[in-house]
């Protein structure tokens, strides 16, 4: 009787429309939505998880321009397999407020282990969403395909918090900023920071470091081959080069670092770049740090700093 009424209760949660409940702005950030019943908004980063079933969903906020870029990222099928993500199946969506989106779903392969993933990308007024499920299959029942759409199609936008709150929210503190000013938070969980007047950054003109928190425990054995794929997939890098790398410890925590060079996306001009993940053991802080060839070296010793001044919250 009890798994019968366990069943209904679950039958009944996934035929209630998204407006039965609240959204939740997880973090405080400005997209929101209705988490499946058993998730919980995130003490680390923007969005929601069920731990005990591994189970996960994440939300990225970007600036308006990035939605068709990321849009067309999504029809290279080769660029997806790199990092292990085969899409089986793509449809337009309108969510409240006529807002326009794409939700893709399919699986991703990281290392040994094997994760049924949806993404659905949204423009709202002022803001790009990209909000990521996941879980692994063991996890299916609990988290039926039906239920995970049902909470991304709930997304809904308010309007965006200062970036003072924002920071506050960061599962880490970035000081000292070393000449470097911050540009952007996006949702709780990066900030990106540049050095020069330009708010866009429109290529390498002006060097620019990243920082960002993700969940997962990697292994010992794995962290090479993780951050060498990290490294592959550094936005507005092409051809990109490994020089060189090996493991350390930043803030006290095992690392890795790789130092690589390539060339800026937009201009063809020669750009090296310092890719640093420094490993938790739940999440990791992988930081990114992107200069024109011709003055890496100068900006290196400031990227190193700011390196070793994010700090675990």
């Known amino acids: 009787m009890l798994r019968l009424f366990a069943g209904l209760m679950v039958g009944l949660c996934l035929i209630l429309p998204a407006h039965a409940a609240d959204p939740v702005f997880a973090r405080g950030g400005s997209v929101g939505l209705v988490p499946p019943a058993g998730m919980i908004p995130s003490e680390m980063v923007q969005g929601f998880e069920d ?23 999504f029809s290279n099928a080769a660029a997806l397999a790199k990092q292990g993500v085969t899409i089986e199946k793509r449809r337009d969506v309108e969510l409240a407020g006529g807002v326009k989106g794409q939700l893709l779903s399919g699986f991703q392969s990281v290392g040994t282990l094997a994760l ?3 993404i659905l990308l949204a423009a709202g007024d002022g803001t790009t969403a990209l909000v990521t499920a996941q879980l692994p299959d063991e996890a299916s029942a609990r988290y039926p395909d039906a239920a995970i759409e049902q909470a991304l199609l709930s997304v809904v936008f308010r309007p965006p918090p200062t970036t003072e709150e924002l920071l506050a929210k960061l599962p880490f503190r970035v000081s000292p900023l070393e000449g470097y000013r911050i540009v952007k938070v996006l949702g709780g969980s990066a900030v990106l920071l540049t ?11 002006q060097p620019y470091f990243v920082a960002a928190y993700g969940m997962g425990d990697v292994r010992d054995d794995e962290r090479p081959s993780f951050a060498r794929r990290a490294v592959a997939s550094v936005p507005g890098v092409r ?4 020089e060189r790398g090996g493991p350390l410890r930043i803030a006290g925590q095992p690392g890795f670092e790789i130092i690589a060079k390539g060339e800026d996306v937009k201009t063809g001009k020669p750009v090296k770049l310092a890719q640093w ?3 938790g053991r739940s999440g990791y802080v992988r930081m990114i740090g992107v200069a024109a060839a011709e003055g890496f070296d100068t900006d290196f010793t400031a990227m190193r700093a700011l390196r070793d001044g994010v700090e675990p919250r």
């Open 195 to 205: 050095k020069g007047p330009n708010d866009v950054l429109d290529g390498a003109d």
């Open 116 to 118: 049924r993933k949806w």
């Open 239 to 242: 051809e990109i080069r490994l």
């Open 277 to 279: 993940i420094s490993f």
């Open 51 to 73: 731990r005990g079933a591994r189970a996960s969903i994440l939300i990225a906020e970007m600036p308006p321009p990035a939605y068709q870029e990321v849009r067309d990222s």
